[in-house]
Each structure stands twice: as structure tokens, then as C-alpha cells.
């Protein structure tokens, strides 16, 4: 069950539905037993393995490359750059880099039309529910509601816009 709530944008004034997630993020150890139920390796081998991906992604994409996790998506970073641009390429230089983004891209398919059909990581089947019907106390341990990445309720992201190329 995926949850949304009703959210005014501040440029249009018009109401969406925003998604939102309920309850404390699940943990590593969570994953782990669960893919131990699904898969024929231990809780403690799958654990490890969660532990080690991290870094090993970090590796790669530092070494300059993105990394496709079959039934995944594709992890790769971006630069944050200064909003000052220069004038010349020979002026380009790495001191214009104020940060590092980590983008990830949902492993997808194409109809023949060249359509996106399907996300991986997309239920075909989500229902959607409105949180404010949803019982506080039912809501989770922590009985948070902010949207995914931590923004918080009031974050003002356009959960709408992308910056998926594949879109």
C-alpha cells in the first residue's frame, strides 16, 4: 500500500497528490532477511554482501563509471558546479565543482514504439491511499510522513519533475 497527501503548489495554487512514506525507513538487516526468505542464501551472507555494496559501488563510480545492478537500475554520479560559468573552455577547471550527486535510474523496459512500459523497481499494482485517512497510530514506529530522501512534509520538491532522460 503506497500513500500520498494532498499538496498545494505554491506556483500554480493547484492541489496533487503527493507521495509520501509513512513509518521508519526499513534497514539493511530487513533487506537481508528478506532476501534470505526469497533465495537460497543466508541471512548473514546476504547481510554481509548489503554491507560490502556501498563501497564497491563508491569504487566504481570514482574510477569514472556508472554501475547497472541487473533488476536494479544504474547508479553514476553528477557534479554540482558553481552557478558562476566562464568564459572560456581553458578557464573550465575542477574548482567549479561545489559537490557530488549520486543519480539513480530504474532498470526499465521499451514497448516497440520505444515507449517506456515498464520500472523495475514500479509495481503494476500499487493502491494508493490518502494518508489522512490512515489512523496515526498505525502509521509506524516513528510516525513519520515525509517524502522519500528526508525532505520533510513542507520540502517544496516537485515530486513530478525529473531529471530522467528515459522519461
Known amino acids: 500500500m503506497a500513500y500520498y497527501k ?3 503548489q505554491k506556483v500554480n495554487q493547484k492541489w ?3 507521495s509520501i512514506v509513512v513509518g521508519d ?6 533487506v537481508a532477511d ?4 526469497i533465495s537460497t542464501v543466508s541471512r548473514s551472507d546476504t547481510y ?13 563510480m570514482k574510477e569514472g563509471h ?24 581553458e578557464e ?11 543519480r539513480f535510474l530504474p532498470e526499465y523496459g521499451r514497448t516497440s514504439s520505444g515507449k517506456v512500459s515498464t520500472r523495475a523497481l514500479v509495481d503494476d499494482n500499487i ?19 515525509t517524502t522519500p530522501g528526508g525532505g520533510g512534509e513542507d520540502s517544496g520538491d516537485d515530486e513530478d519533475s525529473t531529471d530522467d532522460p528515459l522519461v
Request: net charge positive.
Open 6 to 8: 494532498k499538496s498545494q
Open 34 to 37: 528478506r532476501l534470505a526468505e
Open 92 to 102: 573550465v577547471s575542477p574548482k567549479q565543482i561545489n559537490g557530488v550527486r549520486v
Open 48 to 60: 554481509a554482501v548489503l554491507q560490502g555494496l556501498s563501497s564497491v559501488l563508491k569504487s566504481f
Open 25 to 30: 525507513p526499513i534497514t539493511t538487516q530487513e
Open 127 to 145: 493502491q494508493w491511499h490518502d494518508i489522512a485517512t490512515l489512523d496515526p497510530a498505525s502509521r509506524g514506529t516513528g510516525g513519520s510522513t
Open 16 to 18: 496533487y497528490p503527493r
Open 66 to 89: 556508472s554501475v547497472k545492478l541487473d533488476g536494479v537500475g544504474t547508479f553514476y554520479y553528477t557534479a554540482d558546479t558553481s552557478k558562476q560559468g566562464v568564459d572560456t573552455p
